[in-house]
């Protein structure tokens, strides 16, 4: 319906000033379906036609009559505002036809985008914490404190925050945020949200680890919430870029099942969900009403392709326009090829050998003859330095990953704090490993089954199987597992792990520093304090609790100093093994520009069309 003045009272068109003389805008009397058409009436009587479809007459043009009927407009017509009557010299009157019947003055508009991606996902924000399910909320919702490509907090829905004391902070929201069912985003919403993420049912991967803190919330206007902490929490802000907000009205009561419905999948987000169609993806509609810069494209649509080679084809025969995860032979070879555009950069991922140090025996470890053994040898210090002695990090990165990563021994990338430059990546040294094993008892080795995923971090089968041959190399049996992720990371949950070793990907970009792996991956598994959630080898040391416990509420300039420490403290226990940090690829059309995030999620929001296709 075309959008007129109140009551239906014809408009006239106004003068709008401009440097070079005055615009005449007639947008008043023609509908979104026939785009706003201007004219520009300068000094010299030069003319120009601004309009994303042939002008009037439009017969698309339509305005509602008294009975909410709609009926066509023409210039002249009832109802239809009066254009000046202008005198052009001919050639001006020439120009003006000639680019309009070619069509000169008509902008090109963005047309729909379609994103390969690697792995289903889920659109319940609080139903398991893993990325791929977070870089589909990003589309729908916002996050309460929000997070740019660079990991960097930035304001959102939440406008500013402040800590009032050690444990209270205070949130300001924006006003004039609406959900996308129109109603306004208020305090209630977050407390909602904040109370709804740890009594989501039957959650493989909750999000509590993010509130774990989190004592109290206090909605103290419809604008301002507080937060209130059980201890000094410095991180909590990052942590709650991992929360997406869910509207109140129509989450109220709801189950995992009616966000996959659609039913309660209500955000704030740059697109609303049109239909999602569970293993396959899903499609999205540009929200018009989002309070910040609007998606560049109107319609999106999320395409699942599990393998690696179907993505790259789908993209260069024109299915699809970007895609995520793109091999690192395969960007080398796009990139000599010129027919796509690849998009790189350092992410927040280190990649660890997680050994299962938390059973005492596992049936997957025999001894050398291939026998059960009665105790788990990763248990010993000794063997799991001599894992970490047996790994040649270098080779990893330059050959497994192709050159797309950094070798690494620390917990943290280079760009986040706690990262020790004087502590440089470890050599392998086999001899060294192969003296440890034998003063831990295992002069001969012993049999053990290293699992990883094979479709959700970069070369995660290929890597494994060279951790595999590494591991050969210092004397043991491995075998190399290799599962979907949907297989592998429910099998490695707290209960059930049945893996000696394991190949994992921990993401920081919540905290930017070590405390996030330090309170869950490394510190003994809490559940009441969300303390090791992450901690797939249920390693526990009471006197490394203590030193994370000390290090991760410091507030003060001792802060990174401290997390540093108890940093290398952790790395001298080896309870996780650090091995390289990822490089993020991506590839799309050359008509298509990405950003690509830090934390390796795919978000269409930050695509838009390529400079030259504008």
């Known amino acids: 319906m075309a959008s007129g003045a109140p009551g239906g009272a014809e408009r006239k068109p106004a003068p709008v000033s401009g440097s070079r003389g005055s615009f005449y805008s007639i947008s008043a009397a023609v509908p979104r379906s026939c785009a706003m058409a201007q004219i520009c009436l300068d000094a010299r009587a030069t003319f120009s036609w601004r309009s994303a479809r042939p002008p009037w007459p439009c017969r698309d043009a339509r305005r509602a009559g008294p009975a909410g009927q709609e009926r066509r407009l023409r210039p002249g017509s009832r109802g239809a505002p ?46 398991l914490f893993v990325g791929p399910n977070m870089a589909a909320a990003r589309h729908i919702y916002d996050s309460l404190i929000n997070r740019d490509p660079e990991s960097r907090m930035v304001p959102g829905i939440v406008q500013s925050w402040q800590a009032l004391d050690e444990t209270t902070w205070e949130l300001k929201l924006r006003r004039g945020v609406t959900f996308q069912d129109g109603s306004p985003f208020t305090a209630e919403d977050v407390a909602f949200t904040l109370a709804r993420v740890p009594e989501v049912p039957n959650n493989p991967g ?37 929360i997406f907000v869910v509207s109140k009205r129509a989450a109220e009561g709801a189950s995992t099942a009616d966000f996959t419905s659609g039913k309660a999948a209500i955000g704030t987000g740059p697109f609303r969900l049109e239909n999602f169609r569970g293993a396959e993806g899903m499609s999205l509609a540009r929200n018009e009403d989002y309070w910040g810069e609007k998606a560049a494209y109107a319609q999106v649509s999320l395409r699942v392709i599990g393998n690696d080679a179907a993505r790259i084809a789908a993209l260069l025969s024109g299915d699809v326009d970007l895609i995520e995860d793109v091999a690192p032979t395969d960007a080398a070879r796009l990139e000599r090829e ?29 001894d050398a003859q291939g026998q059960p053994l009665k105790e788990n040898p990763l248990r010993d210090l ?67 089954t290293v699992g990883c995923s094979n479709n959700r971090f970069v070369n995660d089968g290929r890597v494994c199987q060279v951790v595999g041959q590494m591991l050969a190399r210092l004397g043991l049996q491995a075998k190399v597992e290799t599962q979907p992720g949907s297989v592998f990371f429910p099998r490695t949950v707290h209960g059930k792990n049945d893996l000696p070793l394991m190949l994992y990907g921990l993401s920081l970009s919540s905290s ?54 108890a940093m290398h403290a952790a790395i001298g226990r080896f309870p996780i093994i650090p091995l390289y940090n990822q490089v993020t690829i991506a590839a799309g059309r050359k008509s298509v520009e990405y950003t690509p995030r830090m934390d390796e999620q795919m978000v269409a929001y930050h695509a838009h069309p390529a400079q030259a296709a504008r």
């Open 206 to 242: 909750p999000y509590t680890s993010n509130l774990r803190t989190l004592q109290d919330v206090q909605v103290v206007d419809p604008y301002t919430v507080r937060l209130v902490t059980d201890r000094p929490n410095p991180t909590l802000m990052g942590q709650l870029t991992n």
């Open 338 to 366: 010129g027919q796509v555009r690849v998009f790189k950069r350092n992410s927040d991922r280190i990649m660890f050998l997680i050994p299962n140090v938390g059973a005492e025996t596992l049936p997957l470890l025999t």
């Open 382 to 448: 000794r063997v799991r330095r001599a894992l970490s002695l047996a790994m040649d990090r270098q080779a990893l990165a330059e050959r497994a990953m192709d050159g797309q990563a950094v070798a690494t021994g620390q917990m943290v990338p280079q760009q986040f704090a706690g990262y020790d430059p004087d502590f440089p990546a470890p050599r392998a040294d086999l001899a060294e490993a192969r003296r440890l094993l034998a003063e831990a008892g295992y002069p001969d080795g012993f049999g053990l």
């Open 512 to 565: 930017r520093d070590p405390s996030y792996i330090l309170s869950t991956s490394v510190h003994t598994r809490n559940v009441a304090q969300a303390f090791g959630q992450g901690n797939r080898g249920a390693f526990s040391d009471p006197a490394m609790d203590r030193i994370i416990d000390a290090a991760i509420v410091r507030m003060d300039e001792g802060r990174e100093a401290a997390l540093r420490s």
């Open 82 to 127: 009066a254009l000046p009557r202008l005198r052009f010299p001919r050639s001006a009157t020439f120009l003006v036809l000639l680019g309009l019947a070619l069509g000169l003055a008509a902008p090109a508009r963005a047309q729909p985008l379609t994103v390969g991606v690697q792995a289903p996902f889920g659109i319940d924000p609080h139903f």
